[in-house]
């Protein structure tokens, strides 16, 4: 299967996106641009679809071989969780968003992004048959993400 049809090149470029997405609303939020709020639910809807996508097309279908795909799963949901219910809170309490929550989130979001891409997506890639993986990303396929976004 080619590189350009790997799950772990699909998913890098939805990662991508949602880094550029948290930009906008981070600059935004620490400007206190008008846009702040409808950036953040820009940001909170791409992320869970993101989400979805990744436990609904990837997580709930791959055969688990190793205790270390599960483990690493069950690591990458907890984050998941993590990461929405920080983003609810942001929500909620917009006015009292500091930028040090906003900076932790995003460490978070880029140690989530880094044991996908270095560990999780690789992996997948070299196991699973290319059947498997045709299937995984026509799967991810289904869920449209934004593919591009305006300021």
Do not use: C, G
Request: net charge negative; proline share 2%.
């Amino acid at each position: 299967m080619a590189e350009e049809n790997s799950i772990l090149t699909l998913m890098v470029s939805h990662h991508a996106l949602l880094e550029a997405l948290f930009f906008s609303f981070r600059d935004e939020a620490r400007d206190n641009s008008k846009r702040a709020e409808a950036s953040l639910s820009e940001l909170v809807w791409e992320i869970r679809k993101h989400f979805f996508i990744e436990e609904s097309a990837i997580f709930d279908f791959i055969p688990l071989k190793t205790m270390k795909i599960f483990e690493t799963m069950n690591h990458l949901r907890d984050e998941h969780l993590m990461m929405l219910i920080d983003l609810k809170r942001f929500s909620e309490n917009f006015s009292e968003i500091k930028s040090e929550d906003i900076e932790n989130f995003y460490k978070l979001l880029m140690h989530h992004r880094e044991m996908e891409e270095k560990e999780l997506y690789p992996q997948l890639d070299k196991e699973l048959n290319d059947e498997q993986k045709r299937h995984i990303i026509h799967r991810i396929n289904e869920i449209p993400v934004t593919k591009n976004f305006s300021k």
